[in-house]
């Protein structure tokens, strides 16, 4: 994309163009050792033939070089032809040796991509981009930047810019000016407190990542991000709750987002009618949201049922994240009906779990981390109760909760003791009516760190699907499911048992 070789036509999108060419030459075996995700299925990691890579070399061996640098081999980049295009430079031996010198004289070079940790790598930058003016890939990962040149501002062809884990702290306000700029990838800088105040400037800009996954106290002013409607990904946008740069409103044009969004510190939301400009339901393409809800500050009010009411989720969302939630307990909008995938996180004060039996498409479920839930009851399941204590349907006399449901996890629910159904034979057998079906698509159970639970309910062992059953650090239920113990009869029917 960054060479220009994918071409936006009318009603297609480079990024799809993109995708359906890799995927032909997949087809035609130009690739192999496929990694894929296992959410959606996904091709995130491949290898070419070696065939294919010795052809591709041939074709291109005038244009494309890489020299792996242990020190000695410098004098080898002066045969390559100065013609080169693309230029990789590996090198081995970490924090000792230098980038080359000699690739300033590679005038012509559109990609430059570095693999280690040169020596003297801030030193070098500056003169090495005031040479390259014909870049249009730049890819210095892990590569210990400190701080990026204000003359960056100058490759002005620059459309494709990885510094990804090195360790700067902001970016100039000059690089706000390489307005053909598509891809900025500044994710896992732990240091970086901020974007430029001009952001906005970058119309072309498609692709924009600034995520730390494995922190979740890490913040990032993001100044301009609302004047960028090319935007198709942002992995993460962090509200600063205060000023008027970096809300939650910004969102609002960003329409073309596609795939997955994460919003953090949505505890520092101070009006909820703030959230309702973002206009989540807008973007159609959005399929997985992540929701933090922490804040940085001590909140003086707790809003956060009247912030995710006003969050108007995406008509296509499939994946949701809550954590860190400290409202009440929420009832998720029947718009939601495309939702296959729930994880709950950190829910300080909540003591009941939402009716999530009602989502009609949910196949995996976790909770976890919610210390106050002392028994999960049918409320859980979304079955309503009559004034006798039995099921109800105002639609069907079938009741089906989770009926999609294949994998549940429960995760570090330190003072979970009941799991309503869960005492065997001894539970009121009057309150589940015959027409009553529970979970009858599931397929795996975890429980992890519940050391008070004291048992399961029947319906999760009488799936006819359910395959696979994992208890870890919980003790009592943990010495039930081993063989001989009194829940042993009704497991041992289960072909995959673990218990640690």
């Known amino acids: 994309m960054a060479q220009g070789f994918l071409r936006e036509k009318q009603n297609e999108e480079m990024e799809v163009k993109g995708r359906e060419c890799f995927e032909a030459l997949a087809a035609r075996s130009f690739f192999q050792d496929f990694e894929k995700d296992k959410n959606d299925g996904s091709i995130y990691a491949c290898k070419m033939h070696d065939m294919v890579h010795d052809f591709a070399q041939s074709l291109t061996k005038n244009e494309c070089f890489s020299v792996e640098i242990d020190g000695s081999t410098e004098s080898k980049i002066y045969s390559f032809s100065r013609d080169a295009r693309h230029f990789m430079v590996v090198l081995r031996n970490y924090e000792t040796d230098p980038l080359p010198a000699t690739i300033h004289s590679f005038k012509k ?25 014909c870049l249009r890939t730049l890819k210095f990962p892990r590569c210990g930047v400190e701080e990026v040149p204000s003359n960056i501002g100058k490759l002005i062809h620059l459309r494709h810019v990885d510094l990804s884990f090195n360790l700067i702290r902001e970016l100039p306000e000059e690089m706000c000016e390489l307005y053909n700029m598509l891809t900025l990838n500044v994710s896992f800088c732990e240091k970086l407190e901020r974007l430029p105040d001009n952001m906005g400037r970058l119309v072309k800009l498609r692709h924009l990542r600034v995520g730390i996954y494995w922190d979740d ?21 962090h509200v ?44 159609k393409h959005l399929t997985r949201l992540d929701l933090f809800f922490q804040s940085r500050t001590d909140r003086e009010k ?52 939402p009716p999530l039996g009602k989502l009609p498409s949910l196949e995996e479920l976790t909770v976890g981390d919610m210390e106050c839930v ?15 204590g039995e099921m109800t349907s105002s639609s069907s006399n079938t009741i089906i909760a989770f009926p999609k449901l294949k994998s549940l996890s429960f995760r570090w629910m330190t003072n979970w003791e009941e799991w309503e159904g869960g005492e065997g034979g001894n539970e009121d057998k009057t309150n589940i009516s015959i027409s009553t079906i529970i979970m009858p698509s599931l397929h795996s159970l975890r429980i992890w760190e519940c050391p008070k639970l004291k048992a399961l309910p029947d319906y999760v062992l009488q799936s006819t699907t359910f395959e696979q059953l994992e208890i870890r650090w919980s003790p009592i239920i943990g010495a039930q499911f081993k063989a001989g113990g009194e829940g042993w009869p009704n497991a041992s029917h289960t072909p995959n048992i673990k218990i640690y």
């Open 374 to 388: 002392g028994r999960v009851g049918r409320e859980f399941l979304g079955l309503r109760v009559d004034s006798k």
């Open 302 to 353: 707790i809003n956060d049922d009247e912030v995710l009411e006003a969050l108007e989720p995406p008509p296509n969302l499939e994946s949701l994240d809550l954590s860190n939630y400290q409202g009440i307990i929420p009832v998720f909008p029947s718009c939601i009906n495309k939702l296959r995938v729930v994880r709950l996180w950190d829910w300080g004060k909540i003591e009941n779990l």
């Open 109 to 133: 070079l559109r990609s430059l991509i570095v693999d280690g940790y040169p020596s003297l790598m801030n030193a070098a930058l500056p003169n090495l981009i005031a040479n390259l003016s």
């Open 240 to 283: 600063s709750g205060t000023g008027k740069v970096s809300n939650i409103g910004d969102l609002k044009d960003l329409n073309h987002l596609q795939g997955s969004l994460t919003i953090k510190w949505l505890g520092d939301v101070k009006d909820p009618n703030e959230v309702k400009k973002a206009e989540m339901k807008s973007k």
């Open 217 to 237: 106290s890490s913040f990032v002013k993001m100044s301009g991000v609302e004047g960028l409607s090319s935007l198709r990904e942002l992995d993460e946008f």
